[in-house]
């Protein structure tokens, strides 16, 4: 099943992503798994995280969370005019962070190599940006084949 995309990036907005794509870098040469995230508010980068599970020993510090997370405790309204930008469609945990603090766009790097929650994105009003950037597409390809194993635990699948 693939996914269209149902929007477009605004001007300003690759910034976001490219945000997200430095901190998936980082996990990587942490010996990580190279998923980022970014949160914005008004065109401006409030902080960035990536999936430390490896790092941390932790089962819930994926990109958008860890992201969540470093950017610490915010007022509702401000979660609500907010955008995420990650690497990689958003996993159920993730989507329901999205979900829970009301951020209202997800701009998604790209969905080739996983897709997430998606639809359960859009079904709750959520504006879903499928960039299809090749850069996040190719980290992800080369790190499943080296690390197959640390992927299919990072999705919750049987090893
Ligand atoms: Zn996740």
Not at 104 to 113: F, H, Q, Y
């Amino acid at each position: 099943m693939t996914s269209k995309p149902d929007g477009t990036l605004r001007p300003g907005e690759a910034a976001f992503l490219t945000a997200a794509i430095q901190a998936a870098r980082r996990g990587l040469r942490e010996g990580g798994i190279p998923i980022g995230a970014a949160l914005a508010h008004n065109g401006r980068v409030l902080g960035t995280g990536y999936n430390r599970r490896v790092q941390l020993g932790s089962p819930i510090r994926h990109g958008e969370t860890d992201c969540l997370e470093n950017v610490g405790r915010l007022p509702a309204s401000v979660y609500a005019a907010s955008t995420m930008a990650t690497t990689l469609s958003p996993c159920d945990m993730c989507t329901g962070a999205i979900l829970l603090y009301k951020i209202p766009r997800v701009i998604i790097g790209e969905n080739r190599t996983f897709i997430g929650a998606e639809e359960l994105l859009r079904s709750r009003g959520v504006q879903v940006v499928i960039v299809d950037d090749p850069t996040c597409a190719e980290m992800m390809t080369e790190f499943i084949a080296a690390q197959p194993a640390l992927w299919n635990e990072d999705i919750g699948m049987a090893d």
